[in-house]
């Protein structure tokens, strides 16, 4: 219980972080090319990842090592895709409409979980997800430019992101957690560099400070979720997630004067009540299933077998 209460403290803390880096980077990309932001951003996030890397058991060869670099490499490259969209995204809807087109992403990862991972999403959390996105709209009070060809921008990301996520559970079952981990940051560098370093622009003295300061709050979130997984089971932590939509929200409002209606109270109690539902429902059914697997037909308990956790979002 200690162990989830800090883990939600934790990923709280990650989503206020991440909102910062996500309004570093609508300044940066609305003075500068967009390839060339999320460029200087990936250096540090690649080298932030060596060192962890380095640091761990193994080392980087036992980092790098996969039986899936196929996919683990794509698993990069839509990360990268996916950021380099959403920050153009918040350039040209602002902070508070992107984020309301992106929350869509949850449904259609749920919608595709099936094809590829060959899940099945009861109706209960569907409902339940359809639910959140209805809170995360009414919290972000999209206006008509939701529905302007411009909105196609982050829900592009929020398509990518989504295939991302599902890889990720996908190689999890073979990958360790700090493997994904690894080729997330050093393929998306690479991807990034080949084809940022052809948009180069120079920036004042006061611009790198703040890319360092994105940079580092990168680096900050990720050393925080990093954390936050360690200390509690991701389906506790999970729902929280949602606070990052909050607290862009806010700085989009307070810092480039976008608009906010007052109805964020109701939106943030629909948001988390849903998140609730869904991981009281999860919980739910995987008890069931393991009950079912757990014991045979003689009713003795089978072997445990090992699971790998996937790591959140962000690059």
């Not at 609730?276 to 008890?287: A, K, P, S």
């Amino acid at each position: 219980m200690r162990g989830d209460r800090l883990g939600i403290a934790l990923m709280v803390a990650t989503t206020f972080v991440f909102a910062i880096q996500d309004g570093l980077s609508r300044h940066l990309a609305g003075e500068y090319n967009v390839l060339m932001v999320v460029m200087i951003r990936y250096w540090f996030f690649a080298a932030f990842v060596i060192a962890i890397a380095a640091r761990r058991a193994g080392g980087l060869r036992a980092a790098a090592a996969t039986s899936q670099p196929v996919i683990q490499g794509l698993r990069g490259l839509l990360l990268v895709a996916e950021i380099c969209v959403m920050v153009a995204g918040f350039v040209l809807l602002g902070l508070v409409e992107a984020h309301a087109i992106f929350a869509a992403y949850p449904l259609l990862a749920a919608a595709l979980s099936g094809p590829i991972l060959g899940e099945r999403v009861g109706w209960r959390r569907w409902t339940a997800i359809a639910l959140g996105f209805v809170g995360v709209l009414i919290i972000l009070q999209p206006g008509v430019t939701v529905f302007s060809p411009a909105a196609l921008v982050p829900l592009t990301a929020a398509a990518l992101f989504a295939m991302y996520g599902l890889l990720t559970r996908y190689v999890a079952r073979r990958d360790t957690t700090a493997t994904s981990f690894f080729w997330t940051g050093t393929v998306g560098a690479v991807a990034i560099t080949l084809v940022g370093v052809w948009f180069w622009e120079p920036m004042t003295l006061s611009d790198w400070g703040w890319m360092a300061a994105l940079c580092l709050s990168g680096a900050t979130g990720h050393w925080l979720l990093i954390r936050c997984y360690e200390v509690a089971e991701v389906g506790v932590v999970q729902p929280f997630a949602y606070l990052q939509l909050v607290f862009a929200s806010f700085i989009g409002v307070t810092v480039f004067g976008e608009v906010l209606q007052a109805q964020v109270v109701l939106g943030a109690a629909i948001v988390i009540t849903a998140g609730l539902f869904t991981l009281w429902r999860g919980r739910r059914v995987d008890q069931a299933q393991e009950a079912s697997t757990d014991r045979g037909a003689d009713g003795f308990r089978k072997d445990d077998v090992p699971e790998h956790a996937a790591p959140g979002r962000n690059g």
